[in-house]
């Protein structure tokens, strides 16, 4: 088991360029979450997923980002056009039966935008 | 609303002391706590876990205490050592959903 992949490790883009983060979950998972982790908010919830489907994205900050799931092995999630204030480190996550099981975190993708 | 406090945000002790680290929520339908261990440029990891319908749960070194009427649960750890150096954090399950809501961590560093 290769655990919860994640690409790119790090990110560095100018202001107002399209970025994607991209996920591949553990497999047999059925749960898949995006977290956010800053100095200041700590690990925010940003979307997740079940069976493919997004079930809740009240975390996700504003129209900018974006975040798919095609199929059971992989999921993106787009930020455009990017701002500085998004710079952090953010984490893909998979669970077998959802938040009541442990979650499986990837190594995260480092984003830093100038 | 969803909240999960943790305290202390940093923690100091000497190698072989206890550490203890606490997490109050305020979700009554919470049922799921959980406790990540995060070392530098690295993932969060699971360390333990507790459901509501237990009181304690230990592993080795790391024991969980879990008292729902006060919506309170703590992490022990016993006989530190320098690798216990890290941030930890608490997660609470919210309601009948399936997100985990984390407490703002506790940075521990042991010194030998």
């Known amino acids: 088991d290769a655990g919860v992949i994640q690409s790119p490790r790090h990110e560095v883009t100018e202001m107002g360029q399209e970025v994607t983060l991209r996920c591949k979950p553990i497999s047999g998972h059925d749960y898949l979450f995006w977290y956010r982790q800053t100095m200041m908010r700590g690990l925010e919830l940003l979307i997740y997923f079940n069976n493919n489907v997004p079930i809740d994205d009240s975390g996700m900050p504003e129209d900018r980002f974006s975040a798919k799931m095609p199929n059971a092995s992989f999921s993106t999630l787009k930020i455009q056009p990017s701002e500085p204030r998004d710079s952090a480190v953010y984490f893909c996550a998979s669970s077998r039966t959802g938040g009541n099981s442990p979650l499986h975190f990837g190594n995260g993708t480092r984003l830093t935008v100038t | 609303g969803e909240n999960v406090e943790q305290h202390p945000s940093t923690l100091s002790v000497q190698e072989g002391d206890s550490a203890v680290i606490k997490c109050t929520y305020s979700?009554?339908?919470?049922?799921?706590f959980p406790w990540y261990k995060q070392e530098l440029g690295k993932r969060p990891q699971l360390i333990i876990d507790?459901?509501?319908?237990?009181g304690e749960k230990k592993d080795q070194r790391i024991a969980v205490t879990l008292n729902k009427t006060a919506k309170h649960f703590s992490l022990h750890i016993t006989e530190t050592q320098p690798e216990d150096s890290a941030v930890y954090f608490c997660?609470?399950?919210?309601?009948?959903?399936?997100?985990?809501?984390f407490g703002t961590g506790t940075r521990l560093q042991v010194f030998p």
């Open positions: 979700d009554s339908a919470s049922n799921y």
């Open positions: 507790i459901r509501s319908n237990v």
């Open positions: 997660a609470a399950s919210k309601g009948n959903t399936d997100k985990l809501i």
